[in-house]
């Protein structure tokens, strides 16, 4: 498969399946844009890659668990061998655990389980990928979100899902450091929220599409010179803190 050097280089993590599938297809529809499907299982990111492949797209798999301090850095080894830099990075990884109901030791570990991947998972990747960014003319994070992380919104979804939501609303404050730290040399770090989409971190329940889960990611993404940065919105514009 040719990658141009002119190509921009996307890292997505998750992107087996579900929302990081639907932005890796829709950014890899793009001219323009090479996109590493993350996945944390090699054989099924192979496999989410090919489908992709099939259509013509520039896609390839990449394996990353972003628990893992040696498969971060396997990752970051990789892209830096194969491209000297990384020009989008998209963490999207996430789980949402079974809490209902949960108590004790068994709660403590569900809280290390949300919060190992969702929150530190995205905060040691960026930490690993930021000298690949910064060798990108034009470096842009997207950190994946949900509005009921918004302390703002509490209350329109009240006493729910206390480990998951606050693992996301840690995100925001992560996106607001990368945000603040390389406003000056014009990245463009943001965090979005899909809507509530039929994937499997929800057993299918969701109501809308990965597809359009995708959308506003895709246009973070893809921000132009006056884009914005430092912002928490979805596909309807900007959501409260
Ligand atoms: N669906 C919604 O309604 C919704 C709403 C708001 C926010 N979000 C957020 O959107 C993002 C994508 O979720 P989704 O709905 O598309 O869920 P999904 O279909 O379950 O996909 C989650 C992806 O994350 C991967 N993942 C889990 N643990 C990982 C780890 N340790 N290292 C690397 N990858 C790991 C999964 O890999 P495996 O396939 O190996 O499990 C999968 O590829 C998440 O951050 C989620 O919190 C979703």
Known sequence: MSTSVASKIVLITGANQGIGFAIAKTLSSKPAYHVLMGSRDAQRGIDAAKKLQGQGLHVEPITIDVTSDESIAKATQQVMKQFGRLDVLINNAGV?????????????NIY?????????????TTESFIPLLKSSPTPRIVFMSTVVSSLANEQKFPAFLPVYRSSKSALNML???????????GWKVNASCPGYCATNLNAFAGMDTPDNGALNAVRLATLGEDGETGTFSNKDGVIAW
């Open 96 to 108: 949402s655990l079974k809490e209902d109901g949960i108590s004790g030791l068994e709660l403590r």
């Open 112 to 124: 290390q389980e949300t919060f190992a991947v969702n929150t530190f998972g995205a905060a040691l």
């Open 175 to 185: 996106m607001m450091h990368y945000a603040s730290m390389y406003k000056d040399a």
